[in-house]
């Protein structure tokens, strides 16, 4: 970023469950900075900053001053805890959407993956998608994307897909093929930021959504769970600990009340018996399920299934 506060480029990011290093490297980050010295010296020579506004101290977000009003310490200060303190802004003034839980989507949603290392080089493109039905095809280099105008990493991408609506939208796009250029659009149906549950399991942001199951724990490997006579396909979670702490202490006293304790083994929630992981666990419940709605637990005790039932906590 230039002194000003114009952002040029962003680095660092993922898609899906994919490696979370997959597109981090010192050869891309490398080339980044070298790319970006030309446009900061061409920038520089007359600068035009979007806002003359000054940067808002973190300690002035609403819920970070809640939270030292009520007494508690702030030591430190992440990037997800200010998502985390706008978010629980936003919610309280009755301003957030369900469809914002889909925050900086991966490529694939418009239907194109790009190169770990070359990140503006299109290495894949969905059938059907808008960017096939648009005409982009696997070698195109992506130069610039809605108001992201130069594209040079997958963050890049991302950020530009963020501020899209998330509603029925069209996105301009650039694409370098060879020698040649041109300007293509991407038309979007309403919805397309979503994603399967396994696709957002890796993200943080899950753990600020409604319904949350109220406990959780470590899943069996498969070598554990045929040992105990379950199928190596089958979901086995072992509880570790039910919620009785913060704002979701009533999710774990309701699992609790439904008989729910440590060490209890989960085998089906919802009526549903395979989770990749925990996290995928926690995104289906978060993205699918209703608070509210009576739930089934089934726990594997002592040879023999046991269901239990509780309203599933908001």
């Known amino acids: 970023m230039h002194a000003d506060g114009t952002i040029y480029h962003r680095y660092g990011s993922r898609t899906g469950a994919a490696d979370a290093h997959a597109y981090l490297g010192l050869d891309s980050l490398s080339q980044l900075l070298r790319d970006t010295v030309v446009e900061h010296r061409s920038y520089d020579r007359a600068p035009k900053p979007a806002s003359q506004r000054p940067p808002r101290p973190v300690i002035e977000l609403p819920a970070l001053k809640q939270r030292l009003a009520l007494g508690q310490k702030i030591d430190c200060v992440h990037c997800h805890t200010i998502h985390d303190a706008e978010f629980h802004h936003a919610v309280a003034k009755g301003?957030?959407?369900r469809?914002?839980?889909f925050v900086f989507p991966d490529p694939e949603?418009?239907?194109f993956t790009l190169d770990r290392r070359q990140q503006?080089?299109?290495?894949?493109v969905m059938e059907n998608s808008a960017a096939a039905k648009a005409g982009v095809k696997v070698g195109d280099e992506l130069a610039s994307l809605a108001e992201q105008h130069t594209v040079r990493?997958?963050?890049?991408?991302?950020?530009a897909l963020h501020q899209a609506p998330t509603t029925a939208t069209k996105l301009s796009a650039r694409l370098r093929r060879g020698d040649d250029s041109h300007d293509v659009v991407l038309?979007?149906?309403a919805g397309w930021k979503q994603c399967a549950p396994e696709d957002y399991a890796w993200r943080p942001f899950k753990w600020n959504l409604s319904p949350s199951p109220g406990f959780g724990g470590p899943m069996l490997s498969a070598f554990e769970r045929e040992r105990v006579g379950l199928t190596a396909a089958s979901l086995a979670l072992r509880v570790q600990y039910l919620v009785d702490w913060g704002k979701g202490a009533h999710r774990g006293r309701a699992a609790k009340a439904a008989g729910l304790a440590k060490g209890d083994l989960v085998v089906a929630f919802a009526g549903r018996?395979?989770?990749v992981s925990f996290d995928h666990f926690h995104a289906f419940i978060a993205l699918t399920l209703t608070a509210g709605v009576e739930t089934e637990i089934v726990v594997w005790r002592q040879g023999k299934e046991v269901t239990l039932r509780y309203a599933l906590p908001k």
Request: hydrophobic share 50%.
């Open 95 to 97: 301003m957030w959407q």
């Open 99 to 101: 469809d914002q839980a």
């Open 109 to 111: 949603r418009v239907g």
């Open 120 to 124: 503006t080089r299109v290495i894949a």
């Open 153 to 159: 990493t997958l963050s890049d991408v991302q950020w």
């Open 187 to 189: 038309t979007l149906a």
């Open 273 to 275: 018996r395979q989770f």
